[in-house]
């Protein structure tokens, strides 16, 4: 009998069934976005990624690649982001073509780490993994649709989980990785602090030494050095160093002399490199057997240090001036003052720390580089 609880039920019943007509749809309406939107994927929970996905999602990924990128090391960045893809198992026509595309990705990021004027002129395409997401007539996600390009990856809610994952979420990490490659402004700031280092090595391996006293006057010396950058002007202050002098009246009665040279005053400039210098000090030597000399000593990078030195007449009424060879042997044996080790090591944390960022905003910017 048809009573007013069965017509309850009944409309209950049909209620449901039009909810859940009208629910599935709409819950699966979603399941694309969900996969391909970058701010929707790091919202998922562990449930909603599942276990096989574990660790998979872009950012993710891209936190593993840090040490890559922070070596410079390009190529095998990209190489790990195309196996993450393998790993997935895309078969087919839409594997092969994301597979051209990833195989393209190399070659542009082994460019990067190969061709600085590349790298320093932003000659990096970022569109290359863009995901357009259109929703005429179904919502769906489109990658490498541009003009002369055939080969368009789409995926969209029909298509398999498995396979939007892969496609989407390697689209993603591979435009992070473009975007840090492309950022030409980062690579200039990168390049200075590259060449600061470089500027650092060359002038510990190439300068003059410096003794204590020296290093307390150059590293007090504002107007020597910017922030950070080995010395383009230094002082030369009671410069010990072990001396060969060529004395006596005329060249043909020169004997050698082995004495001991000391600069009380000097000073020496720099190349913009740190591999060369020049510069000048007065310089007084010390001899067993012969009266003190005084005179000049000019310095001439890698060539060496040379002067004149003119002494007083001897007991015999003799003057026996000299040429002057010093060695900087000190440079063998003191290595990089611990002070300049200092200003050395904040140049190379900056670089590490630029060459690991994604932007230049995002590294701090030194002064001068």
């Known amino acids: 009998m048809w009573t007013t609880a069965t017509a309850w039920s009944a409309a209950f019943l049909v209620s449901c069934e039009l909810a859940g007509a009208l629910a599935a749809p709409l819950a699966a309406q979603g399941n694309v976005r969900r996969d391909c939107l970058a701010d929707t994927i790091a919202r998922l929970s562990e449930g909603e990624i599942g276990a096989a996905w574990a660790g998979r999602r872009p950012g993710e990924v891209w936190s593993r690649l840090a040490p890559l990128r922070r070596q410079g090391r390009w190529g095998a960045l990209a190489d790990s982001i195309a196996a993450q893809f393998e790993q997935a198992g ?52 489109i990658l490498f649709d541009r003009a002369g390009h055939a080969d368009t990856v789409e995926v969209r809610d029909a298509t398999p989980q498995p396979i939007r994952r892969a496609i989407c979420w390697t689209a993603i990490t591979a435009r992070i990785a473009l975007v840090a490659a492309a950022d030409s402004a980062r690579w200039r700031l990168v390049d200075a602090l590259e060449r600061r280092v470089k500027r650092w090595d060359n002038f510990r391996d190439k300068g003059y030494s410096m003794f204590p006293l020296e290093l307390v006057l150059n590293g007090a010396c504002t107007i020597c050095r910017p922030p950070l950058e080995p010395p383009r002007w230094q002082v030369v202050a009671l410069h010990l160093s072990p001396a060969i002098e060529l004395a006596g009246q005329t060249w043909n009665d020169r004997a050698r002399l082995d004495v001991l040279a000391l600069e009380p005053l000097g000073l020496i400039r720099y190349n913009a490199d740190r591999t060369w210098y020049a510069g000048v000090s ?10 003190t000399g005084a005179g000049v000593l000019a310095h001439v990078g890698q060539v060496g240090t040379a002067g004149y030195v003119f002494r007083r007449r001897d007991a015999n009424g003799k003057r026996r001036d000299g040429v002057l060879l010093s060695l900087d042997l000190y440079r063998f044996i003191s290595g990089l003052p611990a002070a300049f080790k200092q200003d050395r090591g904040a140049a190379v944390q900056l670089l590490e720390q630029c060459a690991g960022a994604m932007t230049k905003s995002a590294c701090a910017a030194p002064a001068n580089p």
């Open 282 to 291: 007065a310089v007084a030597t010390f001899a067993s057997n012969a009266p």
């Open 90 to 141: 895309v078969t087919g026509e839409i594997g092969r073509r994301f597979a051209i595309e990833l195989d393209s990705l190399r070659i542009d990021l082994g460019r990067v780490e190969r061709d600085r004027d590349y790298r320093l002129n932003g000659g990096v395409d970022t569109r290359r993994f863009n995901l357009s997401e259109e929703n005429d007539p179904v919502e769906r996600f």
